[in-house]
């Protein structure tokens, strides 16, 4: 059994309860506007290019088999029309400006890493936490994984955003311990318009999810200009009301650090001149929550 990752984050404090070890998939179906790992939506390998550490040794532009790479006087092209994504150039590259992000990795992969951190899990009650991309793109490679987990005591969360076949969704219910669902919009002709997908499938998998696992978090991406209105907040209330399960409510306000990710992987960012919200309009937003009767919301 095998699945595709990018990423294995050690000693994570953000990513559910205690001191954790959070495992990102690569691929996602949705394409949403504010995405803070773009690296992840693919689920092939993709190349970075750190343009701020390149020397113009020229190690590249030899081993790239397809010509990907131009060395001038004073600059280093990066012809992404060429790349294959195969490696080569990173693995030769003296100062690590280039990286093949993404790759196989078997069950007992993940697992030997895992394993390093299981004594923080016991005293910190901590544990994995599997996140992406969408988990839910790899379900039987995500399914292993919580098995394994399971076997050997770990606790643990699974971050989706819900777009996924039912089955896949009754498989996460059962193993996992915690789960992470996101809520970004239940309006259709948003949906199209900042996720790419159609929000039915994502709206009955969260009904689904909420009714029959005991330990949900509901987290609410909020940017400005695009979700930040009334209606959204009302929505979200109304959800945290409908469903008991519903442990906590996550505000996670839009940030722009994954613009540097954006140049790194030669992607255009989507939602440049969105303003990044201050401490002030935060807090109105759990006011608003508040006065709606939602008290299970903090700030993510």
Known sequence: MTGTIFDIQR?????????RTTVFFKGCPLRCLWCHNPESVSPQPVLAFYRDRCVRCGACAKACPNGAHELRDDAHLLHRDRCRACGACAAVCPVRALELVGRNATVADVMAVVARDSAYYAESGGGVTVSGGEPLMQPAFLAALLQACRSKGYHTCVETAGFAQGKAVEALVELADCIFLDYKTGEAEAARNWIGQPCDRILRNLALICNRHTHVHLRCPIVPS?????????????????????????????????????????????????????TEVKERWLARLAQLGCRKAVLG
Do not use: C, M, W
């Not at 000693?11 to 001191?19: E, N, Q, R, V």
């Not at 929505?235 to 409908?242: F, G, H, P, Q, S």
């Open 11 to 19: 000693f994570s404090l953000h990513d559910g309860p205690g001191i």
């Open 226 to 278: 695009v979700n930040d209105t009334d209606a959204h907040f009302q929505a979200i209330a109304d959800l945290a009301a409908r469903y008991p399960n519903i442990r906590q409510v996550e505000l996670l306000p839009y940030h722009d650090t994954a613009k540097a990710k954006y140049e790194r992987f030669g992607l255009p960012n989507p939602l440049t001149g969105i303003a990044v919200p201050d």
